[in-house]
Nanobody, 121 residues
Framework: QVQLMESGGGLVQAGGSLTLSCEASGTIFAIRDMGWSRQAPGKQREPIASITGGGDASYVPTFRGRFTISRDNAKRSIYLQINRLKPEDTAVYYC???????????????WGQGTQVTVNS
């Protein structure tokens, strides 16, 4: 089994900062690209950013500037730092990853359960 577990969400004041974490665990041979998405109340899930195994980050243009994705391969983890938080950043934040369980497997896409971020004005 492969699990992705997000953490770091919570209630924050507008203008503050937050860093979300996501750790992969279980039977894992290799982790390729990973990413963050979010789903605001009443809206569809939208991608934010992704990062390759080599650390190359890509951002959806809307999220360039205040959002920073990073990765620690030794910890099988990715992070999302969000600065200057706004009430419209309120959402459930999900991480995902393309992961090979064994050397014989092709990568499969996995999702975490999400972590709630609520921004008060």
């Amino acid at each position: 089994q492969v699990q992705l577990m997000e953490s770091g969400g919570g209630l924050v004041q507008a203008g503050g900062s937050l860093t979300l974490s996501c750790e992969a665990s279980g039977t894992i041979f290799a982790i390729r690209d990973m990413g963050w998405s979010r789903q605001a109340p009443g809206k569809q899930r939208e991608p934010i950013a992704s990062i390759t195994g080599g650390g190359d980050a890509s951002y959806v243009p809307t999220f360039r500037g205040r959002f920073t994705i990073s990765r620690d391969n030794a910890k099988r983890s990715i992070y999302l730092q969000i600065n200057r938080l706004k009430p419209e950043d309120t959402a459930v934040y999900y991480c995902s990853g393309n992961i090979r369980r064994t050397s014989d497997d092709s990568p499969s896409h996995y999702w975490g359960q999400g972590t709630q971020v609520t921004v008060n004005s």
